[in-house]
């Protein structure tokens, strides 16, 4: 018994995976700022340090949502701050809770299922 791996495939499949996983950490960072839960003064952190990474290595894909303003951890680990709501009406601290385990937690999942499907289906290499 032999076995012909079609490496072109396995290419095609993995560039798909890519794709989604970049398209679906860009849906994530989309729907944070639609659900406004940021705090947000001036709109900085939300638009100006807030960016979506992917990197592979290997045969691991990662993606990070990614809040590079020096304020932005005090701000996430201290939900008990009186936030200004005026520009986001659900500001408040640990904003990404809903999509790791509240009721948005299958967000990413369910979006890179679609993504990669129809990368898939695309048929680009």
Known sequence: ???KLNMQEI???NNSAIRAMEQT???LQTEVRTAQVM???NGDMQNN???AETSVRGHEIESRLITGSVQARRLYYHPEYNFQTVNNPNAGGKWLEPWIDGEKKDFAQTTFNTLYKKEVERGDA
């Open 1 to 3: 018994m032999s076995l």
């Open 11 to 13: 290419k095609r499949l």
């Open 25 to 27: 950490v860009d849906a």
């Open 39 to 41: 705090p947000y003064d």
């Open 49 to 51: 340090d807030t960016f």
